[in-house]
């Protein structure tokens, strides 16, 4: 139980264009769901908490209006890079928390490659 | 603020041996929860164990078991007859309202 997919896990894009991410608990509802960021051999980096039903939280630093976060469902919850630069490439991955269990624990997907050209 | 720290970049260990990856922490909370993630070339995160403060007892999943203590905020992760699936990047985690990673520590095991 408790899988999280991405979709999807690598894209090409050329510069300037908008990529979106998708993020899908598949066996529980995520009342939050997590974006981190990755560069290799580094940690992970929390770009934003998303909530069901309401806006994003950002972390200090990363652009809202550049790194747009939709939380529609209970199920789903998406991240589109605009006019994406080679600087934005990188992994990004998801994750979603189980309120109910309240152990804190997060579940990951498995990441997606973005390469901009 | 919460702050995890792993001050070991990377880390040798003989298949069938034993290593110790380190981890420290600070937190004001009173009661939490201390993760070890695995995340292997596929870069999938895997949780390898989790131990609750509150709980005295140190956790222990097959062969990976923790050294907590909790004084000294300092939460180790212990390997057992290390195997070669074992070489990944290990994350100490931290979470409250959300988790806190530290940097991270590249464990290779030698055949």
């Known amino acids: 139980g408790a899988v999280v997919s991405q979709h999807p896990s690598w894209v090409i894009c050329k510069s300037g264009t908008s990529v979106k991410i998708e993020c899908r608990s598949l066996?529980?509802?995520?009342?939050?769901m997590f974006w981190y960021r990755q560069f290799p051999k580094q940690s992970l980096m929390l770009m934003a908490t998303?909530?069901?039903?309401?806006?994003?939280?950002?972390e200090q630093g990363v652009e809202k209006d550049k790194f747009l976060i939709n939380h529609a469902s209970l199920t789903l919850s998406t991240l589109t890079v605009t006019s994406a630069h080679p600087e934005d490439s990188s992994f990004y991955i998801c994750?979603?928390?189980?309120?109910?269990?309240?152990?804190?624990?997060?579940?990951f997907g498995p990441g997606t490659r973005l390469t901009v050209t | 603020a919460q702050t995890v720290t792993q001050s070991q970049p990377e880390m040798s260990v003989q298949e069938a041996e034993t290593v110790t990856l380190s981890c420290t922490y600070d937190?004001?909370?009173?009661?939490?929860?201390l993760f070890w993630y695995k995340q292997p070339p596929s870069r999938q995160m895997i949780l390898v164990i989790r131990?609750?403060?509150?709980?005295?007892q140190n956790a222990t999943e097959n062969r990976f078991s923790v050294n907590f203590q909790k004084a000294a905020k300092s939460f180790s992760l212990k390997i057992s007859d290390s195997q070669l699936g074992d070489a990944a990047m290990y994350f100490c985690?931290?979470?409250?309202?959300?988790?806190?990673f530290g940097k991270g520590i590249t464990l290779s095991v030698r055949p």
């Open positions: 994750s979603a928390r189980i309120w109910e269990l309240r152990n804190y624990e997060q579940y």
């Open positions: 937190t004001s909370e009173s009661d939490y929860y």
């Open positions: 131990q609750e403060a509150y709980k005295q």
């Open positions: 066996d529980f509802q995520a009342t939050t």
């Open positions: 985690a931290s979470p409250q309202s959300k988790l806190t």
């Open positions: 998303s909530n069901e039903g309401s806006k994003a939280t950002y």
